[in-house]
């Protein structure tokens, strides 16, 4: 009887069997020649007797389900699937997967139900978030869209807020940065004769306000290059002096004895 059951092809057809046998499993594969493959197994008792349901897991309901002791799932290729009959079974008991049919659905199917709307979509209408177990959001894009704009409405954000008051929000971000105002800015440009404190140089943009990563102290206005070089010398003033001593080193004459992009002379050349 195991073996008749498991011949059928259509499942609404035998779905009615179930109630009528236990314990029953249920397997669910679209792929004809995997399913085939399956009915073979059964037919060789070498996995439980079961239905094997050729339907794509969108077209299955939590209800349909209820009838069967176990329930099997596949995931995968018929050409890129492991060898071996328990190796190629997905197996969850019938009270997850109907959970996860409710929760949405699951990470082997190209749709998903939203939490917010309700409605099933398409994996690419959620955004990625690592932190959910299927790597995707709970709720879709516009549903999501719609929360953060309401947020953005319920707090006052104002996009266009710097382009309203760039002074204002310049002054913000330097007191909430580096605890010093549009004053405090300007004496220690001024001071500077408004070039940078290491390199002497002027440039058309704000200057960096350099300052202590550890303490927090403002040390002075930098250019960016300068800025950006005592970040790779992780502020070490013992790797900044063994960089100007590396240079010196090196007398003028043997910095640039070749110019760059230019062939040798042949006189310079050792045999």
Partial sequence: MASLLASCAGFPAVRGWAAFFSPVNYYNENDPKAAAWLRQLIKRDLIPSGI????????????????????????????????GATARLRQCNRSSVCASLHRGVPRYSKMKTCTKCKEVKPLSEFWRDRSKKHGLSARCKPCKAQAYNAYRKASGYDAKRYAKNPTGERERHLIRKYGVTLTDYQEMYDSQSGCCAICRKKQERAFDVDHNHTTGEVRGLLCTNCNRMLGHAGDSAVNLRAAADYLDSFPKSRRSSFKHGSKPKESAIKP
Wanted: hydrophobic share 30%; net charge negative; glycine share 4%.
């Fill in 52 to 83: 094997v349901d050729e339907r794509s897991i969108e077209d299955i309901a939590p209800a349909e389900l209820s009838n069967y002791t176990q329930c099997h799932f596949f995931a995968g290729s018929w050409d890129s699937r492991p060898s």
